[in-house]
């Protein structure tokens, strides 16, 4: 859709600039590439990412071309508060990740996936479970990705949408095939660089273009009462909540965090996902504050699409060289996540298919780097064909969100509980799927006793979503305390009132089934505890496997004698 | 009022330049400890 509204670039500027950038790119990963990679660094680099490279590739892996759209029209829909209920919850799916994450990295060190993890702990089913839900949020996100590509190029030149598509996805494709994790760290750095240079400058330049602070003020005239109200109910019930439900699923249910969590040197942990963490919030909250400026300005957006909303004022207030830095921007974010995508989706088939479920034990590295490249041109290939006929993902991406509310309970208590079992984890994430799509489909009507059956279920869940919260920072004893409060609130308040928020409900419901079913098999079982040191013995290198049967530091051979034995 | 707007707008370019500084001296911070153990930087 091309629009006459929005300064247009020539044809030969718009490839001028994609050349540049993937170009740039490209030359940039040149000088880490080795002629033979090994797989072990092909998924997570050596284990011992730096803080700096660490951060900057979390935070630009976070950044997805979504968030700055959706930012400015959560400023623009819900007025001063909507850039923060976009921004800061989604700031904090990576700050609630880290202290599970230590746990994670201290259970399997040597871990390329949290996949690999739950296969010790568990066994096959649980993992597939897992990491389905990894590849199917990793193929939706590809799809979001180029298709805003294509909608940028379209928007801001005469190529066509395809067009779009087809340069981003072969684009990043070109500089992650050959050294995968690595060029996408690599290349996350200096894409984020880029996009905060940009975001520092455009926030301001675009405010004091508009008119600065006065015309702001002035303009809070226009709002409803609402939407000038720091604490909108409308925007923490609409915006807010939905997404503080899901700060826990995203964050355990996204293999780029898991990835970059095995990747960091494990004594940076904290540091990298605190500063990803503020990295993250000031960008994407800065750019909704755009969508802010133009609902204070009046603006509506072109063809009434509020994808439009920031290219237009960028348009409108600013000179072209700042439309082309904004074009930067977007392809910047939208390529630092489409690139983390492809590698999280490789070390998904490398590791948790090929190596547990295929190779058994006796996985080839040459092997493993030949299906992480193939997964990488499949994944693109289907990205690009998603993206190019524009299909309806919507289903997609309710069962992708239902699934990792489904397994954050069963995956959490697996590395913290001994009592877990596969049985448990697997049965209690399939009953809460089954109970989520009676909810958000309302297959069972939300009324009378199921209605209420519902909101127990979903009050449960709100209960665990506070208790595993606090327990990651505070410990056991408070996060009980904490889930225990959190569910007499959800009692007293959310009974009889929550059936009329149905996305919500469902969501809270998948947390809550999965939860108690999780518990009840898991105390009802008989299997003896789990030992969580063999864990560390199961899962390990295999370059490491293939090159010597030889364990890290000349102890007794814990990675190799475990990827020999099929399990 | 004006002011206060001002800040609220303004607070979060601000805090994207302290993370940006920050960033960039720790990867060359990496950098050269890379260097210095002759290892890849990733």
């Known amino acids: ?567 | 009022m004006t002011a206060l707007y001002g800040f609220y707008v303004l607070i979060w370019p601000a805090l994207t330049l302290g993370v940006l500084v920050v960033i960039i001296r720790a990867v060359m911070r990496d950098r050269r400890k890379a260097k210095e153990e002759h290892r890849d930087l990733v």
């Open chain 1, 1 to 567: 859709m091309n629009s006459e509204s929005l300064y247009q670039f020539s044809t030969l500027t718009v490839i001028l600039l994609l050349v540049a950038f993937y170009g740039g790119t490209y030359l940039m990963t040149l000088g880490i590439r080795k002629k033979n990679e090994d797989a072990d660094a092909f998924m997570v680099s050596n284990h011992r990412v730096g803080f700096g490279m660490g951060a900057a590739s979390m935070t630009a892996t976070w950044i997805w071309a979504a968030s700055f759209y959706a930012a400015a029209t959560s400023g623009y829909t819900y007025g001063v508060s909507g850039p923060i209920h976009y921004g800061l919850w989604g700031a904090l799916m990576i700050l609630f990740i880290y202290p599970f994450g230590r746990r994670f990295r201290k259970l399997a060190p040597d871990a390329h996936t949290l996949g690999e993890l739950i296969h010790a702990r568990h066994g096959s089913s649980s993992q597939l479970i897992l990491a389905l839900s990894n590849v199917l949020g990793s193929v939706i996100s590809l799809m979001v990705n180029f298709t805003a590509a294509g909608a940028l190029v379209s928007v801001l030149s005469p190529l066509s949408f395809q067009a779009g598509v087809i340069i981003a996805g072969a684009g990043v494709l070109l500089y992650t095939l050959w050294s995968g994790f690595r060029a996408s760290v690599m290349t996350d750095f200096a894409q984020l660089v880029a996009l905060m240079a940009i975001a520092i400058v455009i926030i301001p330049a675009v405010f004091f273009a508009m008119g600065g602070p006065s015309e702001l003020v002035a303009g809070l005239d226009n709002l409803s009462v609402e939407q000038a109200s720091f604490f909108s109910m409308d925007a923490i019930l609409n915006q807010g909540a939905p997404f503080f439900v899901a700060v826990l699923a995203y964050a355990i249910g996204n293999q780029t965090i898991s990835q970059r969590l095995f990747a960091v040197n494990e004594a940076h942990i904290k540091p990298t996902f605190l500063t990803a963490t503020v990295g993250y919030g000031a960008i994407v909250i800065g750019l909704g504050m755009i969508g802010l400026m133009a609902l204070t300005l009046g603006v509506q957006p072109i063809d009434g699409d509020m994808n439009n909303l920031i290219p237009q004022m960028v348009s409108g207030y600013l000179p072209p060289l700042f439309i082309a830095l904004f074009f930067v921007l977007v392809i910047g974010a939208l390529s630092s996540t489409a690139d983390s995508d492809l590698s999280a989706l490789s070390a998904i088939m490398m590791a948790d298919v090929y190596g547990k479920n295929i190779a058994r034990g006796k996985a080839d590295p040459k092997r493993m780097l030949l299906v992480g490249r193939l997964t990488m041109i499949v994944a693109t290939v289907v990205g690009i064909v998603f993206a190019s006929f524009s299909l309806d993902i919507l289903v997609m991406l309710v069962f992708v969100g239902a699934l990792w509310g489904a397994i954050v309970f069963p995956v959490i208590a697996s590395c913290f509980w001994d009592r877990v079992t596969n049985q448990a984890f697997t049965t209690s994430v399939l009953v809460a799927m089954v109970l989520f799509c009676l909810a958000r489909f309302e297959l069972l009507p939300l009324s009378g006793a199921s209605g209420l059956f519902f909101e127990l279920l979903a009050s449960i869940g709100g209960g665990v979503i506070i208790g595993l919260m606090v327990f990651g920072f505070l410990g056991r004893t408070a996060g009980f305390i904490a889930a225990a409060l959190a569910l007499v609130a959800m009692l007293v308040f959310a009974t009889g009132f929550l059936r009329d928020y149905t996305v919500l409900l469902a969501s809270l419901t998948a947390y809550g089934a999965s939860t108690l079913v999780c518990v009840a098999m898991s105390l009802m079982s008989r299997q003896p505890a789990f030992d969580f040191d063999t864990i560390r013995e199961r899962v390990g290198d295999y370059d490491t496997q293939a090159e010597t049967p030889r364990a890290h530091g000349g102890e007794a051979s814990p990675a190799s004698a475990s990827l020999a034995t099929p399990r």
